[in-house]
């Protein structure tokens, strides 16, 4: 994406880290924080908050489009197999009918609602909390913000 930016392939890119370059502008735009799933009588569900390591070697419902938080739970749950859906209507209705547990974010719930019958439990792990950072070309600057002043208007 950096490239594509930096030949004008792109006008903006997000990206969930910040960037130290003189010809990059680059603003925080948002935060997202990652959630364990749970069905209520799950033995994690009562507690405030849980970290990769108490829920490494569960079997969990994964959902294939997920980008970088993909490979943050791969690496951080080495023992714990993943029952991976590319289709987001089938993801939700094994979320809604099983007891295994799954994640999720603080946007997926604003986008998607949250599953009934489940416990959302944060994740405490410091990996699990994102921000993320529009950016352009340095010269691009007073277009971007029209572009966020546009994006934040048509949000409310």
Known sequence: LLQGLRD????FIILHEPIYDSDIYSTKYGEEHLFLSLPP??????????????IDGENILLFSKIGFWNDLCLRKMPSSHFLVQDERFSFEELVKNSALPSFTSDLAIKRYGNVTNRVIVPILDSEANVSYYFMCLSNRKNKMEIVLHEIERQML
Not at 8 to 11: A, E, F, N, T
Not at 41 to 54: I, N, Q, R, S, T
């Open 41 to 54: 009588a799950h033995p994690l569900a009562g507690h405030k908050g849980v970290y990769f390591k108490d």
């Open 8 to 11: 004008s392939m792109y006008q």
